[in-house]
C-alpha cells in the first residue's frame, strides 16, 4: 500500500516538476492573489471624496471644514460654491459626500443658535454611506464642545449620563484585511486544491492512462492518497506563506499555536482534496472537472462567512453553513491568528472538517472503483 | 492459475448489445485472437476481461493480480520518459527495484527501444510508443496477457518486432487474447474466435477453419472487374466478394454453386483456389455455417 501511494505521488511530483504551468497555479498564482486580493478586499471607509459648498465663507464655516477634512476618513475632491452644483457631483459620481454649510453657519454660531449643516450621502455604497454618516455626527458634536469651549459659551452639547464606550478586542483598529486575510488564504487554498486534483484526475481519465492504473492491483484508496499527497504538502506550504505574507504585509497578528494552523489545513484539504477527486470520478473530460470545481468553489466561499457573517444570513441556511469545510477554516485561522484561540476552543471546527474529510474521500474513492468497474 | 476463462459474456450500451453471451477460453502458452470488423464488440470484450467493465451477465475466471493490458489508444503518461513509465508501472505491480531493472533492461533489448530510454513517451513514433506499451505490460509476467489491436498505426518493422516479443512471453506459458481487425495478424493465431455483431461465428485454429470451409472459393479473371463487382455484390449466392489483382475473388454458396457459377462465368472464366483466412472470414458473415463443425 505504502509502495504503491509513493509511486504514484512521485510520478505525481515528477509531471508536475516537468509542467511549469501546474506549478505556477500551484504556488506563484496564490500568492500574487493574496497579496492582491489582501489590499482590494478592505472594508475600511477611509478618504471619502467629499465635495464642500461652503455658503457662508467664515472663518467658522473654513475653520469647520478644514477640521473635517484633516482626519483620514474624508477627502475633499472640490469646492463649489452653489449647493446644486455640489450635489450633482454626488449624482454624477465623482463624489460620495455633498457637505452643504448655509450662509449664516458663522452668525447662527456666534449667537449660540443651532445651525443645520447639510450632508447628502450617496447611498448607494451603503456601508461607506452610513460609515460617513457615523463619523460626520460624531465629528459635528465634538467640534461644537470644542467650539463652545474655545469661545466660552456654555456648551450646547453636554456629555450624555450614559456613555457607551466600546473597546474592540483582536482587532482594535478595526482593520478589516488582518480580519479577510484568513479568509483569502482558505480560499485560495480551496481553489488550489480543489481545481489541481480534479483536472488532475481527469486528465488521466482523458489520456487513458487511468485505465492502465486499474488494471494494476492498486487499490483505489491508495490511488488516491498517492494523487492528493503531494498536492496537499503544496497546499500546506502555500498556507505557511500565506500566514507569513499576511503578517509581513498586512500586520495579522499571530496570537494562537501555528501547529493548530497545519492541522486545521490538513484536515481542510482532506475535504477540498478530497471535492476535487470526486468532481473528477463524475467528469469525463478536464473541462467537465473544471466547470464541476468552479461550481463548487462559488457556493462554498459564500456560505464560509469570509465575506458576510454567518449571523446576518437566514435562519435556515446558517445550519447549512456547518457542512462548507471553509467555515471551519476561515474560524480557525480567525481563532488561532487574531484570537490566540487553544485547540480545545476549535475542537468542533477540527472535529467537523476531520468527519467531513474522511466522508468526502471515503465517498471519492467507491465513486471512482464505481465508475470504472 | 490456468490461463482464462470466460462464460455467457454479455455486455448492453443501451440498445446494442455489444457482446452478447460469448464463451471464451484460453489455455497458458496460447495466443487467442479476437477476429472481427469494427464494432464486432472486441474491444468491449477486452475491456470486460480487463475488469474495466461491468458485464450484464457472464462470468469471468482470471487472476486479477496477473493481468496485463494494453488498450488499443494511448494509455501511457507522455511527459514521462520511457524509463519513468516503465519504472512507475513496475511499482504499481509491485516489483523489487532489482526485477524491475533487470525486466525493464531485458524488454528495453528486445525492444531496441533502450537507447531511447530518457525520451518522454509522447516524443515517440506510433511504433516505439505501441513497443513501450507492451512493455509496461509485460513488465510484470502477467499470466494473461490482453491487447487491444497492438499493431493499429505500427510500421511493418515496429510490428515484426511487437510480434517476436510477444511469442517469445507466450513461450514462456503466456495467456494472450489479441484483438484485431486484420486477417493477416489473426492467421498468427494459435486458435481465433471470429466476432460480429458480438457473436462468436466461428472458432479454431486458422488453418483448421481454412480446411473446413464448406464453399468454394473462386478468382474470376475478367476485362470488366469493377462493372462485375457491382453486378455481383447483391447475389445471394455468393458469400463473399472481394477485388484481387484485375480479377475478383468469390466464395459461392456449395449448395447451388453450378447456377451461381454459370451467371459468372457471363463476365470471365473462373478458376478454384485456396481459400484464405479472409475468405473463410468474409463467408461466415453471409453464412454462418460456412465453416463444418469440427
Not at chain 1, 472535529?351 to 474529510?357: D, E, I, T, V
Not at chain 2, 511504433?127 to 491487447?147: D, E, F, I, S, T
Not at chain 2, 455483431?197 to 464448406?214: I, M, N, S, T, Y
Amino acid at each position: 500500500m505504502t509502495t504503491e501511494i509513493l509511486a504514484v505521488a512521485l510520478k505525481e511530483i515528477r509531471q508536475t516538476r516537468r509542467d511549469p504551468r501546474t506549478l505556477a497555479v500551484l504556488v506563484v498564482a496564490p500568492l500574487m492573489q493574496l497579496i492582491l486580493l489582501g489590499f482590494a478586499v478592505n472594508l475600511d471607509v477611509t478618504h471619502v471624496p467629499v465635495v464642500l459648498a461652503d455658503a457662508d465663507q467664515t472663518a467658522e464655516s473654513r475653520a469647520f471644514a478644514e477640521a473635517l477634512l484633516a482626519g483620514e476618513t474624508f477627502e475633499a475632491v472640490a469646492a463649489l460654491p452653489d449647493p446644486e452644483a455640489a450635489a450633482a457631483e454626488v449624482i454624477a459620481g465623482r463624489a460620495a459626500i455633498a457637505l452643504i454649510i448655509p450662509p449664516g453657519f458663522a452668525a447662527a454660531l456666534r449667537a449660540g443658535r443651532a445651525v443645520d449643516v447639510q450632508a447628502l450621502a450617496d447611498g448607494s455604497d451603503a456601508q461607506r454611506a452610513v460609515v460617513a454618516q457615523n463619523t460626520l455626527t460624531a465629528f459635528a458634536a465634538r467640534w461644537s464642545l470644542a467650539y463652545s469651549a474655545a469661545t466660552g459659551q456654555a456648551p450646547r452639547f453636554t456629555q450624555a449620563p450614559v456613555e457607551i464606550r466600546p473597546r474592540v478586542l483582536y482587532n482594535p483598529t478595526l482593520n478589516s484585511r488582518v480580519f479577510f486575510v484568513p479568509g483569502v488564504a482558505a480560499t485560495l487554498l480551496l481553489v488550489v486544491t480543489l481545481v489541481v486534483t480534479a483536472m488532475g484526475l481527469a486528465r488521466e481519465k482523458e489520456d487513458g492512462t487511468l485505465e492502465q492504473i486499474l488494471v494494476t492491483p492498486i487499490s483505489s484508496e491508495a490511488l488516491m492518497l498517492g494523487k492528493v499527497l503531494p498536492y496537499g504538502l503544496i497546499g500546506l506550504f502555500d498556507l505557511a506563506l500565506a500566514v507569513t505574507l499576511g503578517a509581513a504585509i498586512f500586520g495579522v497578528p499571530l496570537r494562537g499555536a501555528l501547529p493548530i494552523v497545519g492541522l486545521g489545513g490538513a484536515l481542510y484539504m482532506l475535504t477540498t482534496l478530497g471535492l476535487g477527486l470526486f468532481v473528477a470520478s463524475a467528469a469525463r473530460t478536464q473541462q467537465q472537472a473544471f466547470m464541476g470545481a468552479f461550481f463548487l468553489i462559488l457556493p462554498m466561499t459564500l456560505l464560509s462567512g469570509f465575506m458576510s457573517p454567518i449571523s446576518n444570513m437566514p435562519a435556515w441556511l446558517q445550519p447549512l453553513t456547518l457542512l462548507d469545510p471553509m467555515r471551519h477554516m476561515v474560524e480557525i485561522l480567525r481563532g488561532v491568528l487574531l484570537k490566540g484561540a487553544s485547540l480545545a476552543d476549535l475542537a468542533p471546527q477540527l472535529l467537523w472538517l476531520a468527519g467531513m474529510g474522511l466522508t468526502v474521500f471515503t465517498a471519492a474513492a467507491v465513486a471512482l472503483r464505481k465508475r470504472l468497474a | 492459475m490456468s490461463g482464462l476463462r470466460a462464460q455467457g459474456l454479455t455486455r448492453r450500451f443501451g440498445d446494442l448489445l455489444a457482446v452478447d453471451g460469448l464463451d471464451l477460453r484460453v489455455a497458458p502458452g496460447e495466443l487467442y485472437g479476437l477476429v472481427g470488423p469494427d464494432g464486432a464488440g472486441k474491444t468491449t470484450t477486452v475491456r470486460l476481461l480487463a475488469g474495466l467493465l461491468r458485464p450484464d451477465a457472464g462470468i469471468i475466471a482470471l487472476d486479477r493480480g496477473a493481468l496485463g493490458y494494453m488498450p488499443q489508444r494511448y494509455s501511457l503518461y507522455g511527459d514521462l520518459t520511457i524509463a519513468e513509465n516503465l519504472t512507475f508501472f513496475g511499482r504499481l505491480f509491485g516489483l523489487s527495484r532489482a526485477e524491475r531493472t533487470e525486466r525493464a533492461q531485458r524488454l528495453l533489448r528486445i525492444t531496441r527501444l533502450a537507447r531511447f530510454h530518457d525520451r518522454r513517451a509522447d516524443a515517440l513514433s506510433g511504433g516505439m510508443y505501441k513497443k513501450l506499451a507492451l512493455a509496461c505490460a509485460l513488465l510484470h509476467r502477467p499470466a494473461v496477457l490482453l491487447l487491444d489491436e497492438p499493431s493499429n498505426g505500427v510500421d511493418p518493422v515496429s510490428r515484426r518486432e511487437l510480434w517476436d516479443l510477444l511469442y517469445e512471453f507466450v513461450d514462456e506459458g503466456m495467456a494472450v487474447v489479441l484483438c484485431t481487425p486484420y486477417m493477416d495478424e489473426a492467421a498468427r493465431c494459435h486458435r481465433v474466435g471470429l466476432l460480429h455483431h458480438g457473436r462468436r461465428l466461428a472458432e479454431g485454429a486458422p488453418a483448421a477453419l481454412v480446411a473446413q470451409l464448406k464453399h468454394p472459393t473462386l478468382r474470376l479473371q475478367t476485362a470488366q472487374r469493377d462493372a462485375a463487382e457491382r453486378a455481383l455484390a447483391t447475389d445471394p449466392a455468393i458469400l463473399a466478394l472481394s477485388p484481387e489483382g484485375e480479377g475478383l475473388r468469390l466464395v459461392l454458396r456449395a449448395e447451388d454453386q453450378a447456377a451461381t457459377r454459370a451467371r459468372i462465368e457471363a463476365w470471365g472464366t473462373l478458376e478454384v483456389i485456396r481459400p484464405d483466412f479472409e475468405d473463410v472470414f468474409l463467408a461466415l458473415l453471409n453464412d454462418p455455417r460456412s465453416v463444418e463443425a469440427s
